[in-house]
C-alpha cells in the first residue's frame, strides 16, 4: 500500500521544489520511493494476473520513474516532478507501445491510464489501419457502459484538425482515426491509493483497459 507519509513527502515537495530543500529531506524522499517500489511490486503481480504480456518478475526499481526533470529545454525550471510515475510496460523493460501507467500525487492528481500515447509514425499507421479494417471490435471495446462510466469519452482526446492521409473525411469512423492517442485514463483519489487493497483495485479497473492494449499489440504485430 501507498502510504500516507509518501503523500505527505510530494505535497512538500511541490511547495518547495528547490535543490535545498530536497537535500534537506532526502532520507524522506527515499523513504517514499522504497514505499512506491514495494507497491510496484505488489502492482506487478496483481497486474500480471490481468494482462499476461505484463512480467511479474520485473524489477520494481525499472518501472518506478526518475524523480528528477530535464529541465534543459523547458521554460519550467523546477527541478523535480511532484509525483511518483509507475511505467508497466508489456514489452519486457522496454517503454513504448501499448502499456500501462500510474501516477502517484496527491490532492487527487493520482491516476491510472493504459493505452498508447502519442504512437511513433509507423504505429500509428498500423493502428490507423487496423481501425480501418475492425473499427467495430474497438467500438465494442470504447463504448461499452462500464469503460465509459469509468474512463468517459475515449474519442474526446485531442484529434488531427485534418483528415489523415489515405481516408477520407466521409469514413464513418473518421472520429477515430483522426485521433493522436489512444489512451484510458481514470483519476484516484487520496483516500483510495493509500487503501490496503489498491494494488487490487487498481488492477481491476485495468481489466477494462486490457482488451483495448490486445486490439493495440494486434495492430503493431
Not at 81 to 86: R, S, T, Y
Not at 106 to 125: C, Q, R, V
Request: aromatic share 10%; proline share 4%; with cysteine.
Amino acid at each position: 500500500m501507498i502510504n500516507q507519509e509518501s503523500l505527505e513527502f510530494l505535497k512538500d515537495l511541490a511547495a518547495n521544489n528547490n535543490r535545498e530543500w530536497f537535500s534537506e529531506n532526502k532520507g524522506r524522499y527515499e523513504k517514499a520511493r522504497e514505499n512506491v517500489i514495494e507497491f510496484t511490486s505488489e502492482l506487478l503481480g496483481e497486474m500480471h494476473q490481468v494482462d499476461p504480456a505484463i512480467d511479474e518478475a520485473l524489477d520494481p526499481k525499472k518501472c518506478v520513474m526518475r524523480i528528477y526533470r530535464d529541465i534543459r529545454f523547458r521554460k519550467d525550471k523546477t527541478p523535480y516532478k511532484i509525483n511518483f510515475g509507475i511505467s508497466l510496460p508489456t514489452q519486457g523493460i522496454r517503454l513504448g507501445g501499448a502499456e500501462y501507467y500510474l501516477q502517484i500525487q496527491p490532492d487527487g492528481n493520482s491516476f491510472i491510464a493504459g493505452g498508447y500515447w502519442m504512437p511513433e509514425a509507423t504505429h500509428l499507421k498500423a493502428i490507423r489501419q487496423e481501425i480501418d479494417y475492425n473499427a467495430h471490435d474497438l467500438k465494442q471495446i470504447i463504448d461499452a457502459p462500464e469503460f465509459v462510466r469509468l474512463f468517459g469519452n475515449f474519442r474526446a482526446q485531442e484529434q488531427l484538425k485534418t483528415v489523415p492521409q489515405g481516408y477520407s473525411a466521409e469514413n464513418e469512423n473518421i472520429d477515430l482515426l483522426k485521433l493522436k492517442s489512444f489512451i484510458a485514463w481514470h483519476k484516484i483519489s487520496d483516500k483510495d491509493i493509500v487503501k490496503k487493497n489498491a494494488a487490487k483495485q487498481i488492477a481491476q479497473e485495468c481489466k477494462l483497459i486490457y482488451p483495448l492494449n490486445v486490439f493495440l499489440r494486434n495492430a503493431m504485430a
